[in-house]
């Protein structure tokens, strides 16, 4: 079961964790490990290479971060990515400067006519539309590497010492904007590693019941089901490890959208038979909500509620030796900051609190996968492509697209109207491109005219953004005629609606949530 795996050592760039997806895709297993990952541990894993990811320090910079000098010692290919390649001509005695022209976007790099070596550049045309983004480049070489490529800012693009198996790029193969990267990448993963390609989502599938038994042995599992996809994927390969000795719970907290509940139970439970319990606790969640405007209190009373009924629930179905949880990789990844103090942007937590309030012990079959990856795995063990494709919901559901107190009025009209936008922005093939779209009910009222009668009704707001991880977003550009569909049937079609206005907010300064 092991598979080969490149490292990848994250000096903070925002491309680190896309460098780990393209191995990914090209069937090579990577792990994202902190820059400064000891020796020993990096040799533990027996890594068929090394990348050093980019990052937005200079070398020269006090506290600058650093590998093990040991890395380039150890007969395991190295490829650097700007940083990194700068650091590697900084450790190994070459020049890193400040660079004349700095490069931030496309660059165009040359290919130095094929001598013997530059594996990287195998099969690939000698100019190259890149994307580069640095300040400092390399002015000289470290003694024994030679020069594979320039660009007309930067004397070294390329940079190899084939014999010591260490390699450099200036810029990103990673990103989607340089040309062939992809190849470059696989140059590097199979001529220079070695890889075979052993990893797939086949296998993943194939290997993880084993795991999970592995780990269960013949005890319980309780998997809380959100009706999202990671609890979803995890429930189903926990399920075919050990069969009924799973229970799902499945809480309608009455802050779902329109169907949700139904949904699940088609899905999960008549579908794919899943042994799922479903717990209709809404009344409770709208009685302690009564009253509540405050965001944080109603996601506070949200997440305790939660905890008290599912708890009470499991305990009530029996002894459960472990928790199921969906735990994708982006969130166990360990980071070390680069600039200071790591930053606390803490995500958001689905199923908050459960592990730290329950004797539990956790079993996370999807820690090692990304977003992506769970996708697949959902695809190709039962789960239909409109579900593996939904948007992400936050735990606290409508409650936090209500603005004000949540009633059962209120709950209706943004469920209605929400159900709305996600039937013209599917219908527009608009679904798929965004993060996320939805519809939130404002604490206003304004006047209109509805046939001869004045109107004095609610307002929705239209939030749709684009995003790569929710944790900045740009608001989407929707078609005017995608715009007009979803105002013209919200108000016919809710009643006590109004007025609809679109939300032109990006993240930061505005947070994708109004809540
Ligand atoms: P914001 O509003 O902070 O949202 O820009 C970023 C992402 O997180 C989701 N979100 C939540 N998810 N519990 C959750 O499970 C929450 O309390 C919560 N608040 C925001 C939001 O939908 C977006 O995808």
């Avoid at 990848?8 to 780990?20: N, W």
């Avoid at 093990?68 to 395991?76: G, Q, R, S």
């Avoid at 779902?256 to 319990?277: G, H, I, M, S, T």
Wanted: hydrophobic share 45%; net charge neutral.
């Amino acid at each position: 079961m092991a598979h080969q795996n490149i490292l990848v050592l994250d000096f903070g760039s925002q491309y680190t964790q896309l460098i780990a997806r393209r191995l990914r895709e090209l069937q090579v297993y990577s792990e994202v490990l902190p820059f400064n990952t000891p020796a020993d541990e990096i040799r533990r894993r027996t890594p068929a290479g090394v990348i050093l990811s980019g990052g937005p320090r200079s070398v020269h910079e006090a506290g600058a971060p650093r590998c093990v000098p040991e890395l380039f010692d150890m007969a395991t290919p190295v490829l650097g990515i700007c940083y990194g390649m700068q650091l590697m001509t900084d450790m190994l005695g070459g020049e890193v400067a400040s660079a004349p022209h700095r490069e931030f976007g496309h660059a165009v790099v040359t290919v130095q006519p094929r001598g013997n070596g530059e594996p990287l550049f195998t099969d690939l045309p000698s100019e190259l539309r890149v994307w580069a983004s640095h300040g400092d480049y390399v002015k000289a070489e470290p003694p024994g590497f030679s020069v594979v490529a320039t660009s007309a800012n930067a004397p070294v693009a390329a940079m190899e010492a084939p014999a010591r198996k260490l390699f450099a790029l200036l810029f990103h193969p990673e990103v989607a904007h340089t040309d062939h990267g992809m190849e470059i990448l696989r140059n590097f993963a199979f001529r220079v590693c070695g890889c075979i390609g052993d990893w797939t989502i086949e296998s993943f599938v194939e290997e993880a019941a084993a795991r999970i038994r592995d780990q269960v042995g013949s005890r319980h599992v309780v998997c809380a089901l959100s009706g999202g996809v990671d609890s979803a994927v995890a429930a189903l390969l926990i399920h075919r490890a050990i069969g009924d000795r799973l229970t799902c719970i499945f809480v309608d907290n009455g802050l779902l959208r329109l169907d949700e509940a139904a949904q699940v139970q088609r899905r999960f439970v008549d579908k794919l038979k899943l042994p799922v319990v479903s717990v209709d606790a809404s009344e409770l969640f709208l009685r302690r909500l009564a009253g509540v405007v405050d965001p944080e209190t109603k996601r506070k009373i949200i997440g305790n509620t939660f905890i008290e009924v599912f708890e009470r629930e499991a305990r009530a179905r029996g002894q459960f030796g472990f928790l199921g949880q969906g735990t994708l990789y982006p969130d166990v990844i360990e980071s070390v900051s680069v600039v200071g103090p790591a930053a606390a942007i803490k995500s958001h937590h689905n199923v908050g609190g459960l592990p730290e309030r329950m004797p539990f012990a956790l079993v996370e079959p999807l820690r090692q996968l990304f977003k992506d990856e769970v996708r697949e795995v959902g695809r190709q063990i039962g789960l239909d492509e409109e579900f593996v494709h939904r948007q992400p919901f936050p735990g606290p559901g409508l409650a936090v697209r209500i603005l004000g107190e949540v009633t059962p009025e209120r709950l209706t009209l943004v469920r209605r109207a929400d159900a709305i936008v996600a039937e013209e922005i599917r219908r527009a093939g608009w679904y798929r491109r965004l993060w996320q779209s939805f519809a939130v009910l404002l604490p206003v009222r304004s006047v209109g005219v509805m046939g001869d009668a004045r109107t004095y009704e609610h307002t929705v707001a239209i939030r749709a953004v684009e995003s790569r991880d929710g944790m900045t977003a740009d608001w989407a550009r929707l078609p005017h005629e995608l715009l007009a569909a979803i105002s013209s049937r919200v108000v016919n079609e809710v009643k006590g609606i109004n007025r609809v206005v679109f939300d032109i907010s990006s993240k930061p300064p505005s947070t994708i949530e109004w809540e």
